[in-house]
């Protein structure tokens, strides 16, 4: 099992660019999460998916889509980039329905200049 | 909505010492707290968590205790070791709310001294 994947593992964008971050889970996961981490400041969690077929908004929305596309992969889309959206971007997946443990991928690192 | 402040926001100690990191959590109706272990470059995992039933639990050299009056939650470190180094987080949640959402907190970042 790979557990939690992610792609790309680091990106240099340009403001005004757009990027699809890629997030594949092969745990048969339920429930999948993009955070994004900054220092000094936790992880926030920016949208998610409960189930298959529903996302919702989390603390941090703003600049972003995502697409829960089948039970393995959810993306996470900046449509048009901003320095404020430089940050370490983590996907997670859940088993659901009363397990909580959230299995982290390794992260992407995205700069905008 | 649900906020979760984390104290110290860093910790450095002597291997062998104890390193404790405590939690503060808003929301009366969150009732799973989880410890996440960051090592660098790598994503948080796991360590030990904690359900509102019960006040204490134990995992060879990690402990969690969990004062639901106060609100409050802590991570017990005994002979820590070098490879503790790390930054740690703390997060709740409401099982209830069936959607798995886990608020963390700032993150403490641990540096065990050889």
């Known amino acids: 099992n790979a557990g939690v994947t992610q792609t790309p593992k680091f990106q240099v964008l340009k403001t005004g660019q757009s990027m699809t971050l890629q997030c594949a889970q092969d745990m048969n996961h339920n429930s999948m999460y993009w955070y994004r981490q900054d220092p000094g400041m936790g992880l926030r969690l920016i949208y998610y998916?409960?189930?298959?077929?529903?996302?919702d908004k989390g603390e941090v929305p703003n600049g972003y889509n995502v697409s829960r596309l089948n039970k393995r992969e959810f993306s996470l889309r900046l449509e048009s980039a901003a320095p404020s959206q430089t940050s370490v971007y983590f996907c997670?997946?859940?088993?659901?329905?009363?397990?909580?443990?959230?299995?982290f991928g390794p992260g992407t690192r995205l700069t905008v200049t | 909505g649900e906020n979760v402040e984390q104290h110290p926001s860093t910790l450095s100690v002597q291997e062998g010492d104890s390193a404790v990191i405590k939690c503060t959590y808003s929301?009366?109706?969150?009732?799973?707290f989880p410890w996440y272990k960051q090592e660098l470059g790598k994503g948080p995992q796991l360590i030990i968590d904690i359900r509102s039933n019960v006040g204490e639990k134990k995992d060879q050299r990690i402990a969690v205790t969990l004062n639901k009056t106060a609100k409050h939650f802590s991570l017990h470190i005994t002979e820590t070791q070098p490879e503790d180094s790390a930054v740690y987080f703390c997060?709740?949640?409401?099982?209830?709310?069936?959607?798995?959402?886990?608020?963390f907190g700032q993150g403490t970042t641990l540096q065990v001294k050889p």
């Open positions: 998916s409960a189930s298959e077929g529903t996302t």
């Open positions: 997670a997946s859940t088993e659901g329905g009363g397990s909580y443990e959230q299995y």
């Open positions: 997060a709740a949640s409401r099982s209830s709310s069936n959607t798995g959402k886990l608020i």
């Open positions: 929301d009366s109706a969150s009732n799973y």
